[in-house]
């Protein structure tokens, strides 16, 4: 089986593989981190929004491709005990992007802060 759409013969649906979804992520990262250096270098907003922006892109970007996204419909209490079990975290290149996203955002609060 190549790396294109698989068919879950149970529910008839089309998932994407892990190595094509890898591959998606990687690109979104760098198409944004892109983007974000030209709008340093251009000046089109202030660098700590740049630096959130292109944050919030990889972190989501990493929620995305650790299958993390439904996450969002849960309540505290309910994102409490799925954190005490362990079964947020990230592994692999979700965890990377996920960290570099952070280090971003980390970069521009304090950036903020300091200029």
């Known amino acids: 089986m190549g790396d294109g759409p698989v068919t879950d013969n149970a529910t008839g649906t ?3 593989t892990e190595s094509r979804r890898e591959w998606i992520a990687i690109v979104i990262c760098a198409l944004s981190g892109a983007v974000g250096a ?3 270098v251009m000046h089109w907003g202030s660098v700590a929004s740049d630096l959130v922006l292109t944050g919030g892109v990889w972190t989501l ?3 995305w491709l650790g299958r993390r996204l439904w996450l969002a419909r849960l309540r ?3 994102l409490y005990d799925r954190a005490k079990r362990g079964s947020l975290r990230l592994a692999g290149l ?3 992007i996920h960290s570099g996203g952070l280090l971003l955002m ?3 609060a304090v950036h903020f802060f300091v200029h």
């Open 14 to 16: 089309t998932a994407l």
């Open 106 to 108: 980390l970069a521009a």
């Open 61 to 63: 970007t990493a929620d």
């Open 76 to 78: 505290p209490g309910q």
């Open 38 to 40: 030209a709008a340093l």
């Open 94 to 96: 979700a965890r990377i």
